[in-house]
């Protein structure tokens, strides 16, 4: 980005105080945000002068993200997070930093990092979240694949839904203690065999779908 004396962000900066009065201004609202984080005099313009772009950018950037990473705690596992059940709770079983997830780069293959992805996210086609989106109450958000009369979320599918026990003998017994340690630890031969585990138990209940089946035998 030009950030010479005739850039276009410098006469943004020199005309901001300008618009100040403009009904569609941004200026107001910037200066509420700035004085939110703390860095209020970023609003003067001399310190524009005195600092230069660059370095009042790099310093509002790294302000937000701090900002952001204080509030993210609090709400995923902190003072802001109610324990009550939500779309997250799968995803606070297996993440507790904000960080970039190592298995995103460890598992190379994409049908199955991306399956892996949605589950943790919990974007997928369990009842647990096709009936939140319909508001369905979350007691009545049933496996249809089993004769449990349980609610089918994550850890029941993963877990104990009986439909899939034939894919479960065939891999490593996985619980909820091994999820955690294994994103924690972000052991690669775990992970790949993990993304293996998820991807054939969603492709086991897509063919069940697909031929109507929600009795178990």
């Given amino acids: 980005m030009n950030l010479d004396d005739d850039s276009l962000l410098c ?15 941004l200026y ?33 950037s790294l302000s937000l993200e701090n900002r952001y990473q204080q509030y993210w705690y609090k709400w995923f596992m902190g003072s802001l997070y ?28 994409r049908e199955r990092r991306i399956c892996l992805t949605k589950l943790r ?24 694949f089993c004769t449990e009369k349980v609610v089918e979320d994550e850890n029941h599918f993963l877990f104990s ?8 003998i065939r891999f490593p017994v996985f619980t909820r203690t091994h999820l955690t340690e294994i994103f924690i630890k972000n052991d690669g031969n775990s992970l790949k065999l993990l993304s293996n585990f998820v991807y054939e138990l969603f492709e086991k209940r897509k063919e069940c779908v697909a031929v ?3 009795i178990c035998p």
């Fill in 28 to 60: 107001q609202p910037t200066c509420n945000l700035l004085k939110y984080i703390g860095m209020q005099y970023l609003s003067n313009t001399k310190v524009y002068t005195k600092l230069g772009l660059k370095k009042v950018g790099r310093k509002l």
């Fill in 82 to 109: 109610d324990g009550q059940t939500s779309k997250t709770d799968f995803l606070r079983l297996v993440k507790s930093s904000f960080n970039y997830e190592q298995y995103l780069d460890i598992i190379k293959n």
């Fill in 121 to 144: 996210l919990s974007n997928h086609l369990l009842n647990i979240e096709v009936g939140r989106r319909h508001r369905v109450e979350r007691k009545d958000r049933i496996c249809t």
């Fill in 161 to 168: 839904c009986v439909r899939y026990n034939m894919i479960r």
């Fill in 212 to 214: 109507s089946i929600y």
């Fill in 11 to 25: 006469a943004a900066k020199d005309n901001f105080p300008r618009l100040a009065n403009s009904l569609n201004s």
